[in-house]
């Protein structure tokens, strides 16, 4: 895993939200905003292993859509707008809420999946995918 076995779940989970390699912290995990690397440039690293799938948009879509939906309804009741003005406030901020936590988000859920050494599941052990 790495040369210090015996680091605690807060390296990678403090690494993968800065966008940082779990292994040694250094090396950058994204190439784009979501792309990743191929393999960290300090310590070389594979991010073959890395598949997050849509978990990082699944928890950014929850966690937005409750602010978004949250504050839309406090607004309705505190104001009563008209609609117009609703979709003037809240088509940018829906945007802000789900788009900006994505990255961070996909950098958690890969240094866990590299934490706990997370793969596809298998019928029988020793089996190959």
């Given at each position: 895993?790495?040369?210090?076995?015996?680091?605690?779940?807060?390296?990678?989970?403090?690494?993968?939200?800065?966008?940082?390699?779990?292994?040694?912290?250094?090396?950058?995990?994204?190439?784009?905003?979501?792309?990743?690397?191929?393999?960290?440039?300090?310590?070389?690293l594979?991010?073959?292993?890395?598949?997050?799938?849509?978990?990082?948009?699944?928890?950014?879509?929850f966690?937005?859509?409750?602010?978004?939906?949250?504050a839309?309804l406090?607004?309705?009741?505190?104001?009563?707008?008209?609609?117009?003005?609703?979709?003037?406030?809240?088509?940018?901020?829906?945007l802000?809420?789900?788009?900006?936590?994505?990255?961070?988000?996909?950098?958690?859920?890969?240094?866990?999946?590299?934490?706990h050494?997370?793969?596809?599941?298998?019928?029988?052990?020793?089996?190959?995918?």
């Amino acid at each position: 895993m790495s040369a210090n076995p015996d680091r605690s779940l807060s390296f990678p989970i403090l690494a993968g939200l800065a966008g940082r390699c779990p292994r040694c912290g250094k090396g950058k995990l994204f190439r784009g905003f979501l792309q990743l690397r191929p393999r960290c440039d300090s310590c070389g690293l594979d991010y073959g292993f890395a598949d997050p799938g849509d978990g990082p948009a699944v928890f950014a879509i929850f966690i937005g859509g409750f602010i978004v939906v949250a504050a839309a309804l406090i607004v309705e009741f505190a104001y009563q707008p008209p609609y117009w003005l609703h979709a003037a406030l809240w088509a940018p901020l829906i945007l802000i809420v789900t788009l900006g936590p994505l990255r961070l988000l996909k950098g958690l859920l890969i240094a866990l999946q590299y934490h706990h050494k997370a793969a596809e599941g298998r019928l029988h052990p020793g089996e190959e995918t």
